[in-house]
């Protein structure tokens, strides 16, 4: 049974974690245009062929694009123009990636048809190409095993070939 004073008890920690909860959204409205100015002065020095940055601009931008959404309107222009800037960086974020993560599954899928010598070279472009990426260590050690795995076998043709032509 509660008496008297655990209701109030309650309803004062209740009333405190509200408080506690507003001070908290009113310092989240408060550093919002912060939070989206660093997230732009970021994405303006974000390199095209660094993967794992875009990965992080993206977290850190769907972090910030439902705080915009639900505070922008209420701190003013100067926000609502801000939150914008950011979707339209995260949209171009989301492009880039998914050509970034197409040029990787496609490596693998190009290798995996490989029938030809044209096609081991092909191959290898796309290799390149993914290999000028900024990716995981263990997704750069398997791509380079890759790339070994292919010289080699464009070695053994070219050895192959040499003997079918003397």
Known sequence: MHTDWDIRESAAIAKGEKELRNKAEIKSRQELIDD??????????????????AKRLLKDGGELE???TKY????GK?????????HEAIVKLNVHKMKMDDD???TYDIVADADSVDSLDLAMECL???????IADK???EFLELE?????????IKEIESYIMA
């Not at 922008?72 to 701190?75: K, M």
């Not at 390149?128 to 900024?134: G, H, I, P, W």
């Open 36 to 53: 989206g100015n660093w997230f732009l002065k970021e994405y303006a020095h974000f390199k095209s062929n660094n993967y794992l940055e």
């Open 66 to 68: 439902p705080r915009f």
């Open 72 to 75: 922008g309107s209420d701190l």
């Open 78 to 86: 100067q926000a609502v123009q801000i939150g914008q800037k950011v």
């Open 104 to 106: 990787m599954a496609s």
């Open 128 to 134: 390149a190409t993914v290999l000028n990426y900024t």
């Open 139 to 141: 997704d750069r050690n």
């Open 148 to 156: 070994k795995i292919i010289t080699v076998l464009q070695a053994d």
